[in-house]
């Protein structure tokens, strides 16, 4: 029987034997997905969650981070990530430019996992489509964890430390964390379950950016007292295109469109309504009304929770897992936060700790209970590794996730630090008090809306009374403005 035309490999130069149409169309629309997270998903989301007067410097934080990562990555970063080993957490940094890489079959050179005999247990990660596609793929996922990470900066960092601390950040601790647990660093091989980034994205994003927090300071005394956002409804326009996003975020990991991949993207879902209903729940219980914010949060970390082991659980496991999600975060945040000094002292703007290191901890020890074992060897190096739940090697790999996590968290700590402390010899980490009290107007020259008229200032003698802690000194003298 012969192959349909449109199966046959080298019908062209651009279709190689090796290339499967379905694999590398499913992979550039999951890359597209998570790319949509961050632009405009996030841009959108931080740009109408926070206080009127910082929706423009929310808004840029997030593109500024989505561009400069995307030049990063290519020019050094993605082999640091996936490339060959220079030491067992890090890879050799190289381009990622020329078409004799960019056009050959995808391969992660690192990966080939051995038995303790020496034979192959698991061959190389060789997908079948080009590096271009995994590239991308990955680019978008380093993008996003700096995202992420600025949603706990937002209201007060100096723009221009952000812009020198977003190439560091991505050097020296995205890159670790991604070789060692996904391009075949140490972790890697001894077992450590992170199916779609719940340590390398999310673990290390809350962690650090609580950590930048600490050292570039609190927002203004009025802004910690007052930051409501200023477009509910735009904040969910956002937060809808993260959910939705989130097929390409988990559906994509097992680098083909395969029954794995479908699995995922089910279980992403059920985790996600899971958690947003019990954290709704919650808060009708304890404060009597159903809060939209706290709806997203809850959203946001059943996302999450699930990004650890979303193909490597049954349905009934991502119930559980949406319901811990909807739980342990909110009482993180809502009671543990309240009560705690350092939690108090530290201003983590959009609580990025409790959504994302927190969830981000949880979805990984609760993989290492609940992980299915034919599941796991549909997609893991280590082919009899199984959750605690299912007795044998579990109560290991539940052991191994704690001490994967507790490396995430001890290095995003200590680099994040340093990196913070290095800024600050150049450059102030805050913003300046005239600046948090004015905000994008004074940062930035321009503002999110023009409420009285076609470009108009608020002016009392003409439009009536209105009042908002926003003050401004100027005109707003914006290049989009002059136009």
């Known amino acids: ?41 996030l841009v959108i989301l931080y740009g109408s969650i926070v206080k009127k007067k910082w929706a423009v410097n929310s808004a840029f934080m997030a593109l500024y981070a989505f561009a400069a990562v995307w030049i990063c990555w290519v020019t050094w970063a993605y082999n640091m990530s996936f490339g060959d080993k220079l030491l067992p957490f890090w890879g050799k940094a190289k381009p990622a430019l020329g078409q004799k890489f960019l056009i050959k079959q995808a391969e992660l050179p690192e990966t080939t996992h051995y038995y303790h005999n020496g034979s192959v247990e698991t061959a190389m990660a060789t997908p079948y489509y080009p590096m271009a596609s995994m590239v991308y793929f990955q680019c978008v996922f380093a993008a996003i964890t700096l995202i992420l990470l600025a949603g706990s900066l937002l209201g007060r960092m100096n723009i221009k430390a952000w812009m020198l601390f977003v190439p560091l950040w991505l050097t020296f601790s995205y890159t670790i964390g991604a070789f060692s647990l996904w391009g075949g660093g140490f972790l890697y091989h001894w077992g450590v379950i992170d199916y779609s980034g719940g340590y390398v994205i999310h673990l290390s994003s809350g962690i650090a950016g609580f950590t930048a927090a600490y050292w570039v300071g609190p927002r203004s005394t009025k802004d910690r007292e007052r930051f ?29 469109a395969n029954i794995d991949s479908s699995l995922a993207v089910l279980n992403t879902n059920i985790c996600a309504a899971t958690s947003l209903l019990v954290w709704t729940c919650l808060d009708v219980i304890f404060f009597k009304k159903p809060s939209v914010i706290g709806a997203v949060q809850g959203m946001i970390t059943g996302l999450v929770c699930i990004t650890p082991g979303a193909g490597l659980v049954q349905g009934w496991a991502a119930i559980v897992m949406g319901v811990l999600s909807g739980s342990i975060p909110w009482f993180t945040m809502m009671i543990v936060h309240k009560r705690s000094r350092l939690l108090q002292q530290v201003d983590d703007t959009l609580g990025v700790f409790h959504t994302h290191a927190v969830a981000g901890f949880l979805g990984g020890a609760t993989t290492g209970l609940l992980a299915e074992p034919t599941l796991c060897g549909l997609f893991l190096p280590i082919t009899n590794s199984r959750g605690g739940f299912y007795g044998g090697v579990g109560g290991v790999q539940f052991l191994k996730q704690l001490v994967g996590a507790l490396f995430v968290v001890g290095w995003n700590i200590v680099v994040t630090t340093i990196i913070c402390l290095v800024i600050r010899l150049v450059m102030p980490l805050r913003m300046s008090e005239e600046q948090l009290t004015i905000g994008d107007d004074a940062v930035h020259g321009e503002e999110a809306y ?17 009042s908002d802690e926003t003050q401004h000194n100027a005109v707003a003298t914006g290049v989009t403005l002059n136009v």
């Open 450 to 466: 023009a409420l009285w008229g076609d470009g108009e200032k608020y002016d009392s003698t003409r439009h009536g009374w209105y």
């Open 228 to 256: 409501p956002p200023n477009n509910v409804l735009l904040m969910l326009t956002g937060a809808g295109l993260l959910w939705m996003g989130w097929a390409g975020f988990n559906g994509g990991d097992p680098y083909s």
């Open 1 to 41: 029987m012969s192959v349909p035309v449109a199966y046959r490999g080298n019908t062209s130069l651009a279709v190689a034997d090796w290339l499967n149409k379905g694999d590398n169309a499913w992979q550039m629309i999951s890359a597209t997905l998570v790319g949509m997270q961050s632009m405009p998903g």
